[in-house]
């Protein structure tokens, strides 16, 4: 008797998970509703497939009777979103991009590739691996331009690669050794920021041992999460802080590239990695930057005893580069090579015909404007489509436009011989930005760089610890209670932005976030996470638990 129940719910399991998805394959169209339109304006987006771990899941939740949570996870694994490509020999992502990319083009959709190979990747945290340098680089590069042809491609190229230049490497050991030291807040995300999609081992930075001397006390997730709500019900998102429900406003005049219409101040930054020191108060005008003086009109001094340290080399500047006196010169080889290797990459896979390219420029909460421009402009940004904003990040939809639009602004001004560090700033107040814009923005979108964001989690928008917390709250790292975002689409309403994507997998973990303790558990979680991009099973159900929108889990009829 017992032998024959347990073949009975052996065989239960087997035909939940084969029929599953098609009992409810009109649920599953409704998570990627925004994507099917037919329009010539639209790209219709390619929805890879899903992970074998996550159908494992839903398999598990059907079995249970959990047919709400299975419907909704079903939906979230099979709506559009980027596949990864990073560590492969260059033979093997030859192959694979190739299966990818004809896979779309036989079903008239449009792939997004996420490539993930540069060298010194993720400063050897989590995510850390890479190509052995930049020959090993350039071939795997190679390779994945042989792999898409003269097929239709979109390319976020090598997230955190110029946000976590190996430069800012020594400052993010910096960081974690002094996170004990400062109190985080809502304002102030972890400056490491998330770069997990491939697995790695775990590498604790040598401060980060003795960063905490007290462990700190354990925040309890969210055991018992809130149901699916009902096919009638309201979507609003859970209960959330004023200041979050007015950072996800929706912004009804995204459509103009200078112009946003709230006239709210923007929400302060998190501290920049590179403290700018030229970024003015909500009330002040920028002064503008003093230009250097000319050598030839000072007077003659007689010669001091000693050289004098900040004396420039005695060969006579070119008129052309006095103003570039005070200008650091040299550069890390690492982070020469960090530019070296995109620049290879943009020319590369550009040159294709079909294909495009945006590379990583962080997001709102990192990098101030006038910091992150310049590492664009060297990395080849004349050349590429665009740029990516919130790449595996939480940052709303409001906030990544914003930012997107003043990064695209400070762009066109450089462009036509402007500082950067004279651009507006996402600390400015919106009413001085805008003057700003309307004094310094071409007329025409078409004559700016345009941008991607990724919108895969950040439905609940960043995440903070709870107040007192004395940890590293490393807040890219796997936050409880985050939801999906908005739906891929490339009909954004918004004429600087080409699409909202899913480009980090939901569901795939950021790694084990020790957030500066010696582990194994993740302190806010009070669990071992998975490592970096396999499946991660409590938050996925929590990312379709908290969606915003919500996740439709049963067709509405129309006319009801």
Request: charged share 25%.
């Amino acid at each position: 008797m017992r032998k024959r129940r347990k073949i009975l719910t052996v065989s239960t399991a087997v035909v939940a998970a084969a029929t599953l998805p098609l009992l409810i394959s009109p649920v599953v169209s409704a998570a990627a509703r925004e994507d099917d339109d037919d329009s010539s304006r639209t790209a219709r987006l390619y929805a890879p497939p899903p992970d074998r771990d996550s159908y494992r899941q839903v398999a598990r939740l059907a079995w249970r009777g959990d047919f709400r949570d299975s419907a909704g996870l079903l939906a979230m694994v099979r709506t559009p979103q980027a596949v990864w490509y990073g560590d492969e020999s260059p033979e093997r992502v030859e192959a694979l991009v190739r299966r990818t990319t004809r896979s779309a083009d036989m079903q008239g959709r449009l792939p997004v590739l996420a490539l993930y190979n540069i060298p010194g990747r993720d400063c050897g945290s989590y995510s850390s691996g890479g190509a052995d340098g930049l020959a090993a680089y350039e071939a795997w590069i190679d390779a994945v331009a042989e792999g898409i042809g003269d097929r239709e491609v979109l390319i976020v190229l090598e997230p955190d690669s110029l946000s976590l230049l190996p430069s800012d490497c020594a400052d993010e050991s910096n960081a974690d050794q002094t996170a004990a030291e400062q109190q985080p807040t809502a304002e102030q995300p972890a400056e490491q920021q998330p770069t997990a999609e491939q697995p790695a081992e775990e590498q604790l930075a040598a401060g980060q041992q003795t960063a905490v001397e007290q462990q700190p006390a354990v925040e309890q997730p969210p055991t018992d999460l809130p149901p699916l709500p009902d096919p009638g019900a309201s979507t609003s998102p859970p209960a959330a802080s004023a200041a979050q429900d007015a950072a996800q406003s929706p912004d009804p005049q995204a459509a103009d590239p200078r112009l946003p219409a709230s006239e709210d101040p923007a929400p302060k930054p998190a501290e920049a990695q590179e403290p700018s020191g030229l970024e003015p108060s909500a009330s002040q005008t920028p002064a503008p930057e003093p230009s250097a003086e000319q050598p030839g009109t000072l007077p003659e001094l007689p010669p001091l005893p000693t050289p004098d340290p900040v004396t420039p080399d005695p060969v006579t500047p070119d008129a052309e580069d006095v103003g570039d006196l005070d200008t650091p010169v040299v550069e890390d080889p690492e982070t020469a090579a960090r530019y070296s290797e995109i620049n290879y990459a943009v020319d590369a896979l550009t040159a294709l015909g079909n294909t495009s390219v945006y590379l990583d420029a962080g997001h709102a909460g990192w990098h101030s404007v006038s910091s992150i421009v310049p590492r664009l402009i060297k990395a080849g940004i004349d050349r590429a489509t665009g740029f990516a904003l919130n790449v595996s990040h939480y940052q709303t939809d409001p906030d990544s436009a914003w930012y997107g639009r003043l990064i695209s602004s400070c762009l066109a001004y450089a462009d036509e011989g402007g500082d950067p560090e004279d651009c507006a700033d996402q600390s400015w107040s919106r009413r001085h930005a805008r003057r700003w814009l309307h004094a310094h923005v071409p007329d025409d979108p078409g004559r700016m760089k345009h941008f991607v964001t990724d919108t895969s989690r950040n439905g609940q928008g960043p995440w903070a610890p709870r107040a007192g917390a004395h940890l590293d709250a490393q807040s890219w790292c796997n936050p409880p209670a985050r939801g999906l975002g908005r739906r891929p689409t490339t009909r954004t309403g918004d004429a600087l932005l080409d699409a909202a994507l899913w480009v980090k997998t939901p569901g795939e973990s950021d790694g084990r976030c020790l957030r500066g303790t010696d582990g194994p558990l993740d302190p806010v979680r009070g669990t071992v996470n998975p490592d970096a991009g396999e499946w991660f099973p409590e938050q996925a159900l929590e990312l379709v638990r908290y969606a915003e929108p919500s996740v439709e889990v049963f067709r509405r009829t129309h006319g009801r």
